[in-house]
C-alpha cells in the first residue's frame, strides 16, 4: 500500500454568518472531497500539542508524527535547511518576514503579495546596508539575510539566543506593531558562548527599526508608493532556533522506504528535508491562490509511481485566510478539490498497487479572524475497500462522527501506516 497525505494548508474555518452560519467546508462546492469521505473513513485530528503556537511549523510536523517536545526548534531551522543553508552549531536561524506597515500597525504579513524576484533584491539591499554595518562593527560575520521565497526569508544570527518571544506578524494584522518587538523570556537561561536573550531581542529590534528606514527610501517603494499600493517597508523575524536532531520517518516507519515532499512553501520543504523526503519543485508553484495545481498533481502521481509515501501541500487556503479573503479562499479549496485531488484520485484508482489517500488541513485560518486557530481539524482516509463509516461530506462538522473519532498528535500517522 502506497500512502498519499493532501494537506490544505488552514483549509479548516469556524462557522460564517456571511454563509448561512456554515463553514467555508461545508459551504464550499467540493464534490471530490465528499465523495472520498463518503467512500472512505474520517475523524478530527488535534495538530497542535499544549503549549505550543498553533503555526504550521508546529502542525505538520505533528501530523507527520514527530514529538514536538523533542524536535521544536521553530521555523527558521526548518527553511534553512529547504533554502539549503547548513547551520553551524553556534547559529540560531529564524525566520524573517517582508511586512507591510502603516500608520503604526501592521497591515499585512506579505509585505503585499511580495514577488521572489522584487524580495531578493531587496534582501540583497539589506546585508549590504544593514548586515555589512553591524557585522563590521562586530569584527566578523554576527548576521546575514537569506532569500527564501515571495515574503518569507531567513536571519541567521551568529551565536543568537533562541530564548526570546516574537509576535508572528500573521496573527497580528492591524495590531500596532511596537508593543510586538522582540522580548526576552522570562527566566532565559544563559548559554555558553551565546548571546543572552536580551542582547539578541535587543539586536533584532535595532534591526527592525533600521530596515524601516532603509525599505522606505528604496526604489522599489517608493514606486509603490507613487502608485498607492502596499510597500515592503519592514523586516519581521520570528520563530527562530537551532539546528533539529530529528529522525527520518524512514527511521520511524518502516512502512515508508521512500518518499517525496511537493511544496511550494520553504517551511514544508524544511521539514521535509529532515525527514528524509525527496523535495520536488513545481514549476509555477506560488504559495498563493495562483498554484500551478495540475503540476502539483502530476507531480505527486509521479512520485507515487516510484515511492511510497508522498507529501502534497498547498498553502493557498491559508494566505486567502489571512487576508480575510472570503471569496478566494472558497476559490481555494474547489480548485484543490477539482485541480489536484480530483486527478490524483483519478489515476491511482486504476492501479493495480493500492493507493490510500489522506485529505486535510493543519490548522484553522478563519477569513473572519485572519490567524491561525489550533482547534482540531478534520481528516479523511480514503483506499480501495475500506469499510466507509457513515460521514456522507467532508467539513469539520461531519467528521465529529467519523469512526476514527478524535485522534491527537501522532496518532494519525500511525493509523494511515497501519493501513498496509
Same mark, same amino acid.
Given at each position: 500500500?502506497?500512502?498519499?497525505?493532501?494537506?490544505?494548508?488552514?483549509?479548516?474555518?469556524?462557522?460564517?454568518?456571511?454563509?448561512?452560519? /456554515?463553514?467555508? %467546508?461545508?459551504?464550499?462546492?467540493?464534490?471530490?472531497?465528499?465523495?472520498?469521505?463518503?467512500?472512505?473513513?474520517?475523524? $478530527?485530528?488535534?495538530?497542535? +500539542?499544549?503549549? =505550543?503556537?498553533?503555526?504550521?511549523?508546529?502542525?505538520?510536523?505533528?501530523?507527520?508524527?514527530?514529538?514536538?517536545?523533542?524536535?521544536?526548534?521553530? $521555523?527558521?531551522?526548518?527553511?534553512?535547511?529547504?533554502?539549503?543553508? &547548513?547551520?553551524?552549531?553556534?547559529?540560531?536561524?529564524?525566520?524573517?518576514?517582508? #511586512?507591510?506597515?502603516?500608520?503604526?500597525?501592521?497591515?499585512?504579513?506579505?509585505?503585499?503579495? %511580495?514577488?521572489?524576484?522584487?524580495?531578493?533584491?531587496?534582501?540583497?539591499?539589506?546585508?549590504?546596508?544593514?548586515?555589512?554595518? #553591524?557585522?563590521?562593527?562586530?569584527?566578523?560575520?554576527?548576521?546575514? =539575510? *537569506?532569500?527564501?521565497? !515571495?515574503?518569507?526569508?531567513?536571519?541567521?544570527? /551568529?551565536?543568537?539566543?533562541?530564548?526570546?518571544?516574537?509576535? +508572528?506578524?500573521?496573527?497580528?494584522?492591524?495590531? &500596532?506593531?511596537?508593543?510586538?518587538?522582540?522580548?526576552?523570556?522570562?527566566?532565559?537561561? *544563559?548559554?555558553?558562548?551565546?548571546?543572552?536573550?536580551?542582547?539578541?531581542?535587543?539586536?533584532?529590534?535595532?534591526?527592525?527599526?533600521?530596515?524601516?528606514?532603509?525599505?522606505?527610501?528604496?526604489? =522599489?517603494?517608493? &514606486?509603490?508608493?507613487?502608485?498607492?499600493?502596499?510597500?515592503?517597508?519592514?523586516?519581521?523575524?520570528?520563530?527562530?532556533?537551532?539546528?533539529?536532531?530529528?529522525?527520518?520517518?524512514? !527511521?520511524?516507519?518502516?512502512?515508508?522506504?521512500?518518499?517525496?515532499?511537493?511544496?511550494?512553501?520553504?517551511?514544508?520543504?524544511?521539514?521535509?528535508?529532515?525527514?528524509?523526503?525527496?523535495?520536488?519543485?513545481?514549476?509555477?508553484?506560488?504559495?498563493?491562490?495562483?498554484?500551478?495545481?495540475?503540476?502539483?498533481?502530476?507531480?505527486?502521481?509521479?512520485?507515487?509511481?516510484?515511492?511510497?509515501?508522498? =507529501?502534497?501541500?498547498?498553502?493557498?487556503?491559508?494566505?486567502?485566510?489571512?487576508?480575510?479573503?472570503?471569496?478566494?479562499?472558497? /476559490?481555494?479549496?474547489?480548485?484543490?478539490?477539482?485541480?489536484?485531488?480530483?486527478? *490524483?484520485?483519478? /489515476?491511482?484508482?486504476?492501479?493495480?498497487?493500492?493507493?490510500?489517500?489522506?485529505?486535510?488541513?493543519?490548522?484553522?485560518?478563519?477569513?473572519?479572524?485572519?490567524?491561525?486557530?489550533? !482547534? +482540531?481539524?478534520?481528516?479523511?482516509?480514503?483506499?480501495?475497500?475500506?469499510?466507509?463509516?457513515?460521514?456522507?461530506?467532508?467539513?469539520?462538522?461531519?467528521?465529529?462522527?467519523?469512526?476514527?473519532?478524535?485522534?491527537?498528535?501522532?496518532?494519525?500517522?500511525?493509523?494511515?501506516?497501519?493501513?498496509?
Amino acid at each position: 500500500m502506497k500512502h498519499i497525505i493532501i494537506l490544505g494548508d488552514g483549509m479548516a474555518d469556524l462557522p460564517v454568518e456571511r454563509l448561512g452560519g /456554515k463553514t467555508l %467546508l461545508q459551504y464550499a462546492h467540493k464534490p471530490m472531497m465528499d465523495q472520498l469521505a463518503r467512500e472512505g473513513r474520517c475523524g $478530527r485530528l488535534v495538530t497542535v +500539542p499544549e503549549g =505550543f503556537p498553533p503555526g504550521s511549523e508546529v502542525a505538520n510536523t505533528a501530523i507527520l508524527g514527530y514529538d514536538l517536545n523533542k524536535v521544536y526548534e521553530g $521555523r527558521g531551522p526548518l527553511e534553512a535547511a529547504s533554502i539549503g543553508y &547548513e547551520m553551524a552549531d553556534d547559529d540560531m536561524a529564524i525566520r524573517c518576514n517582508i #511586512i507591510t506597515l502603516a500608520d503604526g500597525k501592521i497591515i499585512t504579513h506579505n509585505g503585499g503579495n %511580495l514577488e521572489t524576484a522584487d524580495a531578493d533584491v531587496l534582501i540583497k539591499y539589506l546585508n549590504e546596508n544593514l548586515a555589512k554595518p #553591524i557585522n563590521e562593527k562586530a569584527g566578523y560575520e554576527l548576521v546575514k =539575510f *537569506i532569500t527564501g521565497i !515571495q515574503y518569507r526569508h531567513l536571519l541567521v544570527i /551568529k551565536g543568537g539566543s533562541k530564548h526570546i518571544v516574537c509576535a +508572528p506578524p500573521h496573527d497580528h494584522p492591524n495590531e &500596532e506593531w511596537r508593543p510586538l518587538l522582540v522580548k526576552a523570556e522570562d527566566n532565559a537561561p *544563559i548559554e555558553n558562548g551565546r548571546m543572552t536573550a536580551q542582547q539578541t531581542a535587543n539586536l533584532i529590534n535595532e534591526m527592525i527599526l533600521k530596515s524601516q528606514e532603509l525599505l522606505a527610501a528604496h526604489p =522599489f517603494n517608493q &514606486e509603490r508608493a507613487k502608485r498607492g499600493e502596499r510597500q515592503a517597508n519592514s523586516i519581521w523575524p520570528w520563530s527562530g532556533g537551532y539546528r533539529p536532531s530529528m529522525e527520518t520517518l524512514m !527511521q520511524q516507519y518502516p512502512q515508508v522506504k521512500s518518499g517525496t515532499v511537493i511544496s511550494a512553501v520553504d517551511l514544508i520543504r524544511g521539514i521535509g528535508h529532515y525527514a528524509g523526503l525527496k523535495i520536488v519543485e513545481v514549476e509555477g508553484a506560488t504559495g498563493l491562490a495562483d498554484t500551478n495545481y495540475e503540476g502539483k498533481a502530476q507531480a505527486a502521481i509521479d512520485a507515487l509511481e516510484s515511492d511510497d509515501f508522498v =507529501f502534497v501541500h498547498v498553502e493557498a487556503s491559508d494566505e486567502a485566510g489571512h487576508d480575510g479573503d472570503l471569496e478566494l479562499k472558497l /476559490k481555494t479549496i474547489e480548485y484543490l478539490d477539482r485541480r489536484l485531488i480530483a486527478p *490524483i484520485y483519478n /489515476k491511482v484508482q486504476t492501479w493495480d498497487e493500492p493507493v490510500c489517500i489522506a485529505v486535510l488541513p493543519d490548522h484553522l485560518t478563519p477569513v473572519e479572524q485572519r490567524i491561525h486557530v489550533g !482547534q +482540531p481539524v478534520p481528516f479523511l482516509i480514503w483506499y480501495r475497500g475500506i469499510e466507509p463509516d457513515e460521514v456522507q461530506q467532508y467539513d469539520e462538522v461531519s467528521c465529529v462522527n467519523g469512526a476514527y473519532g478524535l485522534l491527537k498528535l501522532n496518532e494519525f500517522m500511525q493509523a494511515l501506516m497501519a493501513i498496509s
